[in-house]
């Protein structure tokens, strides 16, 4: 985490502005998903775990 923002995936040597925001990988992930999920009638279902599938990435790691 660097300034508030949470990160799905940093660059290490690169500016943090370079760096993909958890947010923005959550949008990408569900929406994927769900494009994939659609052939079988299941994009909504699909689209949400695609927006959870990182949640515990907002936590702190030991």
Known sequence: MAGGIIYAHSLPGEATDRWERLTDHQEAV????????A?????????LAGRLHDVGSSGTRH
């Open 30 to 37: 569900a929406a994927l998903a769900a494009e994939f999920a």
């Open 39 to 47: 052939a079988f009638g299941w994009a909504e279902a699909a689209g």
